[in-house]
């Protein structure tokens, strides 16, 4: 139908043209384009593409066998509705003959077609919205004859050489040119030769100790390269091995001992240069002591060495520095020197930017001020974090040159699982340096319960709780703070270092004999885990407690006084000691302890001191109180007049109340022990 509908549409467009050419053009412009992107809407498929034709090779008890075309198309993108797909086949008759295939290749048998014939081929592709054809395409069968398929015989080891037998002979074809090409084994991509070999090949640069493949293809003169021979394996020799291991160590420190896993990684077989026989390992510890161990890989049955097929470790005790290498039937490595810090190791200050995923760690950092060693470098390793085991799970590293400042690790690594992720610094003779740490998560979730949460300290207006913060490994993501709330009116946010290190805090300005609820839980960046609640009762005031302690810290003062007396006595050298009965101050507070609740005076009488500075005969600056009490620069002998002795009560000001109406006079107490003008000016 849809072909009929551009039918009818072309032949009324031809029909306009007889009457308006211009305007048929203007139309033909915009109608055209819109009826491809009709029958396009429709869903019919793209047209095949890039179209090839061969004749392979194929023999039977070493006799040419003549086999059937093999054609092969790229189909374009995949299209919603299936689509049928023909090949055509136009012979020098121009008949037609039609093949089905698949949606990538087809075949055209060996009985329609002869040698050294011209024949032209394309492909159709239909479905129920439409068709599409490839481009055609002519060739002589002569020219899409396949070589036949060499095959690798032989090698060499010095130097490496591969030989292979060419079948074009066989063909009745002369020899042509090969391609080779190889690859370490496993996980290298292949390296591609440009042909130009006939029956060998030579490698050079040869890592030693390594699986190396071979695959060889050829074309006989006259027709189209063969398919690539079967793979070729190939074990280099060894020799001595090269360079140093990479060692690093995951150490559990306390007051009375380090207990270290002391890790490098296992070399690659070309490093290595053969099999690795056994690891030479000496120790020096922090006794003095050096110990010499010789973990062999031979022995299955020694279990002072473990190792996988990335690492090796050896487990050790109080260790300040080990050196490790590798021997060979060849050789041994240049022993590797680290040294174990001893104590732990803070940050610098420099933050670490963390980014992971389920398996890629991306790591970047500033570089450290300060002199570095040129030939520094930095180590970052990763480990899943507060776990006491060593080694910890999940543990690696990486070696990087002192002037990169991010880093990528690879791993398998799980959500909700804290991995602390630490950038060192380590001399070329081992000393390391701790830059910086830091925790990451893949995905963070809510975390759980606080555990162990209680009220142990209760008073009339405040009450202290206790709890045990959420160990790292449980704690699914980075805890934000905590929350600690009474009842549904006061929340309190505390850091995840807030307060004492066993976890406490006091909850103030409660009220006496009441009973409260509190609560307490942490938080992440995925929300608030569940709450751990407790609850308790503010014990009630205690009036009797608070007479005492007043009656307490009133008399105990004047009680010591009086029984120390002759010690102020010996000390001041006053011939007289103050006694709190003399006084009509502490008479007066006598008679008002008799009272259970003291009684306010409405109108409370202050004392008042008035020093007034003038000037005496001779220049000297003399004082007067309110009262007429003067005192001066001179001797009491010199205010009371030449032959006049002043008493000691004398050089005390009298102080006056603010009442002038009240008649009271100070005591022989208070004028004897209460301080004077002039000593109160000289203080």
């Known amino acids: 139908m849809e072909k009929v509908s551009v039918s009818l549409v072309t032949q009324d467009l031809v029909s306009m043209a007889r009457l308006d050419n211009g305007w048929l053009l203007s139309i033909f412009l915009v109608i055209v384009p819109n009826t491809k992107g009709y029958l396009a809407q429709q869903g019919g498929p793209p047209p095949p593409t890039r179209l090839e034709c061969c004749i392979p090779y194929e023999e039977d008890s070493g006799v040419m066998v003549r086999s059937p075309i093999q054609c092969v198309w790229d189909p374009g993108p995949p299209s919603k509705t299936p689509s049928i797909y023909t090949l055509h086949l136009e012979s020098a008759d121009n008949s037609v003959q039609k093949f089905n295939g698949n949606s990538t290749n087809a075949c055209i048998p060996p009985t329609l077609w002869s040698s050294h014939s011209e024949l032209t081929v394309w492909v159709e592709a239909k479905n129920q ?31 490496l ?25 496993p996980g290298v991509s292949w390296a591609e030769v440009e042909e130009g070999f006939q029956v060998v090949y030579c490698l050079e640069n040869v890592l030693p100790y390594s699986w190396y493949e071979f695959q060889v293809r050829c074309s006989c003169l006259g027709s189209s390269l063969s398919d690539w021979s079967k793979v070729y394996k190939v074990e280099s020799p060894g020799a001595a091995p090269v360079g140093m291991l990479d060692v690093w160590s995951d150490c559990q420190l306390s007051p009375q001992s380090a207990e270290c896993a002391l890790m490098w990684k296992t070399p690659p077989g070309w490093n290595a240069g053969s099999e690795i026989l056994g690891y030479v390992v000496t120790l020096s510890r922090l006794n003095g002591m050096v110990t010499l161990v010789n973990a062999s890989t031979v022995d299955k049955a020694s279990d002072q060495l473990t190792c996988d097929k990335k690492l090796c470790h050896l487990m050790a005790k109080d260790v300040t520095a080990v050196n490790v290498s590798a021997y060979t039937a060849y050789g041994a490595t240049t022993p590797a020197c680290l040294r174990i810090p001893l104590t732990a190791q803070y940050n610098r200050g420099e933050a670490l930017q963390l980014s992971m995923s389920a398996e890629r760690l991306l790591v970047s950092w500033n570089p450290p001020t300060g002199f570095i060693n040129n030939q520094s470098k930095y180590v970052v390793q990763y480990k899943q974090a507060g776990l006491l085991k060593t080694p910890a799970k999940g543990f690696d590293w990486i070696r990087l040159d002192r002037t990169q400042i991010n880093a990528t690790l690879t791993g398998q690594f799980e959500n909700y699982t804290a ?35 209680e009220v142990v300290k209760v008073k009339a207006n405040s009450v202290k709780v206790i709890w045990k913060p959420i160990l790292l490994p449980q704690r699914r993501g980075v805890i934000v703070c905590y929350q600690i709330g009474l009842d549904s009116q006061r929340v309190h946010n505390l850091s995840e270092h807030q307060g004492d290190k066993d976890g406490s805090f006091w909850l103030d300005y ?18 608030p885990g569940p709450k751990s609640t407790a609850t308790f009762k503010t014990e009630g005031f205690d009036f009797n407690l608070l007479f005492f302690l007043v009656i307490f810290f009133t008399f105990i003062p004047f009680l010591l006084i009086r029984k120390y007396s002759w010690v102020i006595k010996e000390c001041i050298g006053f011939k007289k000691v103050p006694d709190p009965s003399n006084s009509h101050v502490f ?20 004392s008042h001191l008035e020093i007034i500075k003038y000037k005496l005969a001779g220049g000297k600056i003399g004082h007067r109180g309110s009262q007429g009490a003067i005192g001066g620069l001179m001797d009491r002998g010199e205010l009371a007049g030449e032959g006049n002795t002043a008493s000691r009560e004398d050089c005390y000001s009298k102080m006056t109340d603010s009442d002038e109406d009240r008649d009271d006079r100070p005591s022989d107490y208070e004028k004897h022990f209460l301080p004077t003008a002039i000593e109160i000016m000289c203080l």
């Open 510 to 527: 409660l009220n006496p004999s009441q009973n409260y609820e509190v609560w307490i839980r942490a938080i992440t960046e995925a929300g």
């Open 129 to 159: 919205h439409g068709s599409a054809s490839s481009p055609r395409s002519t060739f002589n069968t002569a020219k899409i004859m396949k070589s036949a398929t060499p095959n690798i015989t032989q090698h060499t080891l010095a130097p």
């Open 587 to 606: 008479q007066k507070m006598n008679n008002q302890i008799n009272f259970c609740i003291p009684v306010e005076e409405p109108d409370p009488v202050l």
């Open 161 to 185: 050489e591969i030989y292979w037998e060419s079948k074009c002979s066989k063909q009745g074809l002369s020899e042509g040119e090969c391609k080779v090409r190889h690859r370490v084994f």
């Open 419 to 453: 991995y602390q992720v630490a950038l060192f610094l380590v001399s070329p003779y081992g000393a390391s340096d701790h830059i910086s740490s830091a925790v990451g998560y893949v995905h963070q979730g809510i975390p759980p319960k606080v555990p162990s949460f």
